[in-house]
């Protein structure tokens, strides 16, 4: 007997081919009926017998399209309908967006071997994707996700496309990003002068990689924003981009051609391999112990033991890697600290100074995003995300909210993102920057108003961090004056904590929270950054942190690492600080330092302090350099040949008695490599004895700090068994968690 049912599935289920895996799978199953997207998710209407239609049901569940996530689903008998055949029909809004937006997903091996086959139609086209890849996001400008609500609306399919697009056997069977050569996006070549360098389409990447082989800057306007390139072997060249983007230390990222190029010249454990190669295909930073390339590595990464590398992820990178011969450096396209390009127009006025070329294409990118960037630790094999973007924003899946209010997030100041609450799900923005940079706070402002227009709802509630100066702050304040909603302000470092306790879950235990960073405005005025929390039934209670010391000159302290030192530095360091300072500079700075009044538990001041005195360096060009430059010189540890720069933590977490006892280690001629290693280990053992006095059987850490690895594995060493720790694994630990942090702060803590 036939029988019809109503089947809802939700989640990450738009944009993946689950229509077209639907339609399939219907088919197998002798099924009739419909199956269309809409503001929830998925709707099936499904005829047929009553064994048939289960098994169907059964099958969708467990083997769904490789790039989809369902969160829940549902079956119900409904009246019995009569269908012709299974089709899949329009998709009708009938309400507010509830289900997660999909992400970019890199290009696949079967388009990778379209693109390369001489006798596919598809050949040398850059723009070539399927169910299975291509931009998702980055062109979305409304939903369902439907090709008329995204920026490929305006390329209309040519005949073949649509044959594809209306084959059930074909993998481009409902691929709403389906285009070629004959009906899709154009590419053009020019110079920094404007012109168009004429060349066929065939010999447009052969043309690209000669250009680069011979020094030249390239922006490339790739399908998320623009990239910065060149010959990443070329000294020369690298130097003049580093010069040209105002950028002279911060490590660039490197794309190389091939796996196969790759592996010959870095070693890569099997975490590495899996995340270069996964569908997100992010930064993935690897140690060069062992390297046997020709990069100019002292140019591409200052000082570093360590490199980010991809592989392409697109049919325009694909493409010119086919052409390629070495690895390019492929750098986010824009002058350093202002945000990823995504106009022909602004790039060419903006970067005319920087490249020789510019690829160009007339595909509008939406929602510009810098590539993701993922370091995995060496002992233990932790993932630490640095950056949370391409390939992973806007969703966060591991959440699960049940609010009835909707709740806007406004981040931080540096390294902002936004959080969004306006459905049954909940959505984390893309890394935007840091909101001093006026095209940034820009960038904020338009994330902030598309997330919005996307999800056509207004908030109810806006939280903002405490700090009153904060642009995102101001900004959130700004925007409840409009709205007439809900204020609510929350503390940088319980909203660091919130975050991890939120994407782990842990709001119904007792849990000790270690928040080191850089800086934070603190209940007290004072700012904060080595703290120690408490959780417990739903109220988080400051119990702890690094003794205080001053803060001077404002942001200058973060800039100069010299100036922590002078801050924490006895009297007995005074032939230290001549060496760093003018005799007029020190002699200002020290009657500063004696009427000041603003302090500072910040360990990210800390690392700074001990840079400087270890003549690692004195200035920061970029942010956490100091930190960063400090556990390069690491190569490995043993725990048990570790000390410990306080002798005690009963009186206080004191950063003075540390930067005193390694003054006096480094006056004795110990290496830079041993000081830093028990550095690291005063700060991991100092954790372990807290909770072990406070007898916490839980630890949960956020914050930049923990961005170093060698720190996070000495945790994960000394902890005992019935220690748990826990860290960031679905966002990062530094600023980009604030929002996301935010709001757990507010659905769940009571203070």
Known sequence: MLKTYKILISGLVQGVGFRPHVYNLALKFSIVGTVSNNEKGVIIYASGLENSVNNFYTKLLQFPPPVSSIKESSISEIDLQNFDNFKIIPSNKNGHLNLPLTPDFAICEDCKKDIKNTNNYRYNYAFTT?????????????FPFERRNTTIHEFQMCTSCKNEYTNPNDRRFHSQTNTCSTCGITLKLINNEGNKIKISTIHLFKEIANLLAEGNIIAIKNTSGYLLCCNAENETVVNKLRAKKNRPNKPFAVLYPSLKLLQKELDLNLQQLKSLTSVVRPITIIPLQNYKGSLALNSVAPG???????????????????????????????????????????????????????????????????????????????????????????NYLNSTINSSEKILAMGADLKSSIAFYPNSYLYVSQFIGNLENYDVYNRFIETTTSFLTIFEQQPSVILVDKHPNYYSTQYGKELVQKAKCKLVEVQHHKAHFSAVLGEHNLFEEKVLGVIFDGTGFGDDTAIWGGEFFNYENNTIERINHLAYFDWLLGDKMAKEPRLSLLSLASEEMNDILETKFTSNELKTYQTLKKSNSLKTSSVGRLFDAVASLLNITDYNSYEGEAAILMENLVTNYKLNSCKSYLISIEKGISSEEIIQNIGIDFKNGNSKESIIINFLFTLANTIIEIAKTHQYFYIAFSGGVFQNTTLVDMLLELAPKEIKLYFHTNLSPNDENISFGQLMYYLNINN
């Open 304 to 394: 570093l033991n360590q490199l980010g590398v991809m592989l392409p992820y697109t049919g325009i990178l694909q493409l010119l890697a086919n052409e390629l011969d070495f690895p390019i450096v492929a750098t986010s396209g824009n002058i350093h600290g202002s945000p990823i390009i995504s106009k022909n127009e602004d790039a060419f006025e903006k970067l005319k100074n920087v490249a020789n070329y510019f690829l160009q294409h007339n595909l509008k990118i939406e929602q510009p995003q810098d590539d993701s960037v993922v370091k995995f630790s060496v002992k233990f094999k932790q993932e630490v995300l640095f950056r949370r973007s391409r390939g992973l924003a806007p």
């Open 130 to 142: 399927c169910v299975n890849c291509g931009p998702r996001y980055a062109i979305t400008q409304t």
